[in-house]
T-cell receptor, first 111, second 116 residues
Framework: SQTIHQWPATLVQPVGSPLSLECTVE??????LYWYRQAAGRGLQLLFY??????ISSEVPQNLSASRPQDRQFILSSKKLLLSDSGFYLC??????????FGPGTRLTVT | GDSVTQMEGPVTLSEEAFLTINCTYT??????LFWYVQYPGEGLQLLLK?????DKGSNKGFEATYRKETTSFHLEKGSVQVSDSAVYFC???????????????FGSGTQLTVLP
């Protein structure tokens, strides 16, 4: 069966510091991968998606970037965090069908 | 473009009450429809899905029917429990607009609280 992992689970970072969040999927190959952000009490915002290694599509302009160095690895990065980057970051995958399967999330607080 | 409109929350019910959360959609093609549930501090879990008109998705006592004529996918449960307290998201994926990206369009979410 397939499993999706995210780490770290929680992170507290100062403004201006770098960021790296990691997502990995087990039990499948060549999935579509997605990064979402969920601000407190708000809905989901799609940030990036990838349909293959090295292929990244950005949905919103911001100081975040994404990379997919391996088939089942998806990384979300920033060179300098802003207060507005605080939120709950979710990674998801899909393959074959149209339903997406979500990871447990990373809670990021920028101070 | 595609959009999903969900019933405004929060919704507060007593245990064993009947639940309905309304969801309507706009899509250019023939979308697949989904309900996701998010418990506090966790990621989203797929609750149920329907891929074509008149399909009924069901899971854990929850049901939703894909109504093309009313462009709706309302979530129902006959008798809610305290453990059903969570945020519920309606979503669609429209192949004609998302292509190989298979993006989901989400509603804003509905907070459900069930009191004992």
């Amino acid at each position: 069966s397939q499993t999706i992992h995210q780490w770290p689970a929680t992170l507290v970072q100062p403004v201006g510091s770098p960021l790296s969040l990691e997502c990995t999927v087990e039990g499948t190959s060549n999935p579509n991968l997605y990064w979402y952000r969920q601000a407190a009490g708000r809905g989901l915002q799609l940030l990036f998606y990838s349909v293959g290694i090295g292929q990244i599509s950005s949905e919103v302009p911001q100081n975040l970037s994404a990379s997919r160095p391996q088939d089942r690895q998806f990384i979300l990065s920033s060179k300098k965090l802003l207060l507005s980057d605080s939120g709950f970051y979710l990674c998801a995958w899909t393959k074959g069908g149209y339903e997406q399967y979500f990871g447990p999330g990373t809670r990021l607080t920028v101070t | 473009g595609d959009s999903v409109t969900q019933m405004e929350g929060p919704v507060t019910l007593s245990e064993e009450a009947f639940l309905t959360i309304n969801c309507t959609y706009t899509a250019t093609g023939y979308p697949s429809l989904f309900w996701y549930v998010q418990y506090p501090g966790e990621g989203l879990q797929l609750l149920l899905k329907a891929t074509k008109a008149d399909d009924k998705g069901s899971n854990k006592g929850f049901e939703a029917t894909y109504r093309k004529e009313t462009t709706s996918f309302h979530l129902e449960k006959g008798s809610v429990q305290v453990s059903d307290s969570a945020v519920y998201f309606c979503a669609l994926s429209d192949p004609s607009s998302s292509g190989s990206a298979r993006q989901l369009t989400f509603g804003s979410g509905t907070q459900l609280t069930v009191l004992p």
